[in-house]
């Protein structure tokens, strides 16, 4: 499919690319459609593109020694998946579709030639690597917390539900399929017990959950539901 600069521009680290250097991307961009829970690219699997999220959601997740799911980060509309990739060497994590999404791909020797003519492209590029860093920094405390397990489960439909969230009658839904399972990945928990704290959740009035639906009523609620007495 044809990309033009209008999708080249939604993503973020694109939005203020010069005339000069996106025109070389568009040479030889192009978008790629992605089934729901199709793999994107996997852990180690050597890789020549650099993968953004022009319509979809994704998850990044690495495999334990057990062969379990550790969920990082779940990524939307005009996000970059690998930037690690810069250096030629294989992505560091595994990148699966949660819903139907639409992908621009760009190579990796083409965004180093664009760099050349854009230095502002360059420094949106360390910038978005730079976010990365912090947000694994921050998911690295929040691992080794003594947060209650019910809390975490708050904090994390918090965030998702503002960047994914659209509104509805009964309140702020997130836009795409999350099971138990999955936040059990996420939360490196068992399923029983994420089970048991959804239902808490549930039962407490902050969150909905309807066929793999979450729904917030009030975000404010749920707020303070994660800050209560700590």
Same mark, same amino acid.
């Given at each position: 499919?044809?990309?033009?600069?209008?999708?080249?521009?939604?993503?973020?680290?694109?939005?203020?690319?010069?005339?000069?250097?996106?025109?070389?991307?568009?040479?030889?961009?192009?978008?790629?459609?992605?089934?729901?829970?199709?793999?994107?690219?996997?852990?180690?699997?050597?890789?020549?593109?650099?993968?953004?999220?022009?319509?979809?959601?994704?998850?990044?997740?690495?495999?334990?020694?057990?062969?379990?799911?550790?969920?990082?980060?779940?990524?939307?509309?005009?996000?970059?998946?690998?930037?690690?990739?810069?250096?030629?060497?294989?992505?560091?994590?595994?990148?699966?579709?949660? +819903?139907? @999404?639409?992908?621009?791909?760009?190579? &990796?020797?083409? !965004?180093? /030639?664009? %760099?050349?003519? $854009?230095?502002?492209?360059?420094?949106?590029?360390?910038?978005?690597?730079?976010?990365?860093?912090?947000?694994?920094?921050?998911?690295?405390?929040?691992?080794?917390?003594?947060?209650?397990?019910?809390?975490?489960?708050?904090?994390?439909?918090?965030?998702?539900?503002?960047?994914?969230?659209?509104?509805?009658?009964?309140?702020?839904?997130?836009?795409?399929?999350?099971?138990?399972?999955?936040?059990?990945?996420?939360?490196?928990?068992?399923?029983?017990?994420?089970?048991?704290?959804?239902?808490?959740?549930?039962?407490?009035?902050?969150?909905?959950? +309807?066929? @793999?639906?979450?729904?917030?009523?009030? &975000?404010?609620? !749920?707020? /303070?539901? %994660?800050?209560? $007495?700590?």
């Amino acid at each position: 499919m044809t990309v033009n600069m209008d999708t080249l521009k939604s993503i973020d680290i694109f939005s203020g690319v010069s005339l000069a250097a996106g025109g070389i991307l568009l040479q030889y961009a192009h978008l790629r459609t992605y089934k729901k829970n199709e793999y994107i690219f996997r852990d180690k699997e050597k890789t020549d593109h650099f993968y953004c999220i022009v319509d979809g959601t994704v998850s990044l997740y690495k495999l334990s020694a057990l062969m379990e799911k550790r969920g990082i980060f779940i990524y939307g509309n005009g996000a970059t998946l690998n930037e690690d990739s810069i250096d030629g060497k294989p992505p560091s994590v595994n990148a699966c579709a949660l +819903r139907n @999404s639409k992908l621009l791909l760009i190579k &990796r020797i083409v !965004l180093r /030639e664009a %760099f050349t003519k $854009d230095p502002t492209l360059f420094e949106a590029f360390c910038k978005s690597m730079a976010m990365k860093t912090r947000r694994l920094y921050h998911l690295m405390k929040n691992t080794t917390t003594n947060l209650r397990g019910d809390r975490r489960i708050a904090a994390k439909l918090w965030k998702l539900s503002r960047d994914f969230g659209k509104e509805t009658e009964l309140g702020t839904e997130i836009n795409f399929d999350l099971s138990i399972a999955m936040f059990a990945e996420f939360l490196g928990s068992q399923r029983e017990t994420v089970s048991r704290q959804v239902k808490l959740l549930c039962d407490s009035g902050v969150i909905i959950v +309807r066929k @793999s639906r979450f729904t917030i009523p009030c &975000r404010n609620n !749920l707020l /303070e539901y %994660f800050n209560e $007495d700590r």
